[in-house]
């Protein structure tokens, strides 16, 4: 598809002399529509130019040439030029791209030839799956979508947490009670209470915590028994994991867990032991990185000889530097874990891999979920089982449907209720910045008027009956787009024609939010347009033009829900 910003680019340089492809990254899109279409600032240039912004700016406009471009308009505000693209050329570039790629519009290959690694949802094993997984669940999974559809060779990974004491632990409290509970019902509910069990046993007893410790000690050496239970524990819990994976369609391309690193720490230990960073504290090994201005060292042994989480991290990068060979491994955890990622990337240096890998690795941190009563914990007991919530959403949805459309389908209702139910969480979980707190509260999330998942359905849904009611899409060669030259429609446009800008955007910040933001702004815009205007009215020609932009509309909302996780129903 054309690309106006590259056009712009393109005769600044001929004023300028500066390359156009460096140019292309000066130019902004302005967020008050009466500065144009396309901003560009000369504040960059004034010092290397050595001359005020605007005067660059009136230089500049001066002597550009903009006849035969698609620039209809030059004009200049303080130190900017701002540029307004032909409304007509707009409305014929963007929809003859609609009917060349159709349900691929938007699509690229700008990461064709690229590997990226996502480590994403990673629960502990006979641990609940808690909102935080969820949120690193959807957050991973959409960026797993996005980097696929802009063409990257994409591995998402599960980095289960089934590996650590804990299992120690549990281990000796299923040995002394195992009897007591039935972990094939209800399998984390069960483990839970163990859990809490023999940790107040270690309390009481130094004893029975050593048994722990040794349990894990025999597990990390193979030990049958040990091995045994671990594995049906892990088993279990993922069976478990499995119904929510189920519900949000969530996809993984490897479940090597902690564990799978098991026989590769040695190694790593044995790299670090040889740059003579490894040292002995209080009987552990540790990386010191104060040098590196942080100021916690790095265990990477613990005094009882049992390896940790951070060496565990270390052995995987090592192996998915060597397995997927990748150009980018992203990790998506809560910012809790902001110290453990800079202590892990920081000693990866040493591992002795090329700089490309190390330079890759990137945590992708978020907020905390927040009841409007408080933060969400498993220590405080309020624990909310994900499964039990997302079946809640489904069923909050259904009870609104059985109100407004009684006569649908049995069927029809639940197929609805589950789109919308589960669209409407993980357009919660997505619609922010990533890294703010998200406040997880029931009524906002299911507002059908707000900025929620639902009203981007309930948008959607609307294309639909309109396409549904005149059965067939006029082919390009009828759309006049002379007709869709309002205020209205153009907005629409705009939103459309940026739709592989916004993804790549996303990209770049590993920020699925500005897609998120980017639907709720379509279907605003659509909706203005829909309420201003009647689609289907008397003058074909006119009628045409609408129905159209009307499906455009609707084939962006919809790749765009799919790329976030969500799933667009066909009626509600
Ligand atoms: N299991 C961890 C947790 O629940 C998350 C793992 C994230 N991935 C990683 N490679 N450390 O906090």
């Known amino acids: 598809m054309k690309d106006f910003k590259k056009e712009i680019a393109s005769i600044i340089s001929n004023v300028i002399g500066i390359n156009d492809e460096e140019l292309v990254t000066y130019i902004e899109v302005p967020k008050d529509v ?3 279409d396309y901003a560009f600032p000369c504040f960059r240039l004034a010092k290397e130019l050595k001359k005020a912004p605007n005067i660059i ?8 040439d903009i006849t035969g471009t698609d620039i209809e308009k030059v004009e200049i505000a303080g130190g900017y030029l701002n540029f307004t693209i032909s409304k007509l050329e707009l409305a014929k570039v963007t929809l003859e791209e609609i009917d060349n ?12 030839g690229k590997k990226i690694v996502i ?3 990673a629960p502990n094993i006979a641990k609940p799956f808690h909102i935080g997984h969820l949120r690193s669940t959807v957050i991973g999974g959409a960026l797993y979508n996005i980097y696929k559809y802009l063409g990257y060779e994409v591995t998402g990974i599960n980095h289960l947490g089934d590996y650590g004491t804990q ?31 023999i940790n107040e046993a270690c309390k009481e007893d130094e004893q029975i915590l050593e048994n722990c410790r040794n349990n894990f000690k025999k597990l990390e050496d193979g030990d049958k028994y040990c091995t045994e239970i671990w594995e049906k524990f892990r088993s279990l819990s993922l069976k478990e994991f499995k119904k929510v994976y189920d519900l949000l369609e969530s996809k993984f391309d490897s479940w ?3 564990a799978f690193y098991s026989d590769k720490m040695p190694e790593v230990i044995d790299i670090l032991y040889k740059t003579g960073k490894l040292i002995e504290s209080q009987g552990a090994k540790i990386i010191d990185l104060e040098e590196k201005g942080i100021n916690t060292p790095c265990i990477i042994e613990k005094s009882n000889g049992s390896t940790t989480y951070a060496t565990r991290d270390l052995a995987a990068i090592l192996y998915r530097a060597r397995t997927y060979d990748f150009d980018k491994a992203l990790y998506v955890t ?3 874990q902001v ?16 700089e490309k890998y190390t330079k890759g690795l990137e945590h992708v941190a978020f907020g905390m979920v927040l009841l409007p009563t408080g933060k969400m914990s498993t220590r405080e007991g309020n624990v909310i089982r994900l499964e039990e919530l997302l079946n809640e959403a489904i069923s909050k949805v259904k009870e609104i449907i059985e109100e407004k459309n009684p006569d649908f389908a049995e069927e029809e209702k639940q197929d609805i209720a589950k789109k919308v139910g589960i669209g409407a969480v993980i357009f919660n979980d997505l619609s922010g910045a990533r890294i703010k707190d998200e406040i997880f509260d029931w009524d906002t999330m299911l507002n059908f008027n707000g900025e929620t998942g639902p009203y981007i359905q309930y948008t959607y849904v609307r294309t639909n009956s309109v396409l549904k009611k005149v059965q067939e899409i006029p082919s390009i060669e009828k759309v006049d787009f002379n007709k869709l030259l309002g205020k209205e429609e153009q907005n629409v446009l705009k939103l459309i024609y940026s739709f592989t800008n916004i993804i790549e955007q996303s990209t770049v910040k590993n920020e699925p939010s500005i897609l998120a933001r980017y639907l709720i702004d379509l279907s605003k815009a659509f909706s203005s347009f829909y309420n201003e205007n009647k689609i289907i009215v008397e003058d074909k020609v006119t009628k045409d033009a609408r129905i159209y932009l009307t499906y455009a509309t609707n084939m962006v909302l919809k790749n765009g829900a799919r790329l976030l996780g969500i799933n667009m129903p066909e009626k509600m």
Not at 179 to 189: F, L, M, R, T, V
Not at 339 to 354: M, P, W
Request: no cysteine; proline share 1%; glycine share 10%.
């Open 34 to 36: 009466n500065m144009g």
């Open 119 to 121: 480590d994403y949802s």
């Open 167 to 197: 299992f120690g632990k549990l281990i000796e409290g299923y040995k002394l009670w195992g009897e007591e509970y039935d972990i094939e019902k209800a399998p984390i509910e069960e483990l839970t209470k163990i859990y809490i069990r």
């Open 339 to 354: 110290l453990h990622f800079k202590q892990v990337f920081e000693v990866a240096k040493l591992l002795g891999l090329e």
């Open 101 to 112: 790629k159709k349900e691929e519009y938007g699509k690229s290959n700008l990461g064709n």
């Open 334 to 336: 809560s910012y809790e």
């Open 57 to 64: 700016a009136e230089e500049i406009k001066e002597k550009l």
């Open 256 to 258: 090597n867990g902690e």
